[in-house]
């Protein structure tokens, strides 16, 4: 059977990776995301973290008795590979203000 172009398949669920930037991740954000027919608008929860999944019930396939699956929506974070001046200022900006720390423990 041919992969689809947009989602993975495990079982009667469906998994569709979607790109966000860093800000729309941390703040959170509403974008569009495709479904078998169509699309669906969905909000972004503000702190969302990379590889988090996304339950959107009964958009996956259609299963014997009316049943569907589930849609997965998993987050991937992406960073800009390029920033002008003005955006690497306000990164160092964010970089000092912030009290997030990635490695708590030391690492």
């Known amino acids: 059977m041919a992969s689809h ?7 009667g669920d469906l998994y569709y990776d979607l790109d966000l930037a860093p800000w729309e991740a941390a703040l959170g954000a509403k974008v569009s995301v495709p479904l078998l027919s169509g699309s669906l608008s969905i909000k972004i ?5 990379n590889g988090q999944r996304l339950r959107i019930k009964d958009r996956g ?4 008795g009316g049943q569907a699956g589930d849609l997965y929506v998993v987050a ?14 306000l990164w160092e900006q ?3 203000e912030s009290h997030f720390n990635p490695r708590p423990q030391g690492g």
């Not at 172009?5 to 079982?11: A, I, Q």
């Not at 396939?61 to 014997?64: K, N, Q, R």
Request: hydrophobic share 25%.
């Open 76 to 89: 991937r974070l992406q960073m800009p590979k390029e920033t002008t001046e003005k955006e690497k200022a």
């Open 45 to 49: 929860p503000p702190g969302t973290q």
């Open 61 to 64: 396939l259609p299963g014997t």
């Open 94 to 96: 964010l970089a000092q």
């Open 5 to 11: 172009p947009d989602f993975r398949v495990e079982g």
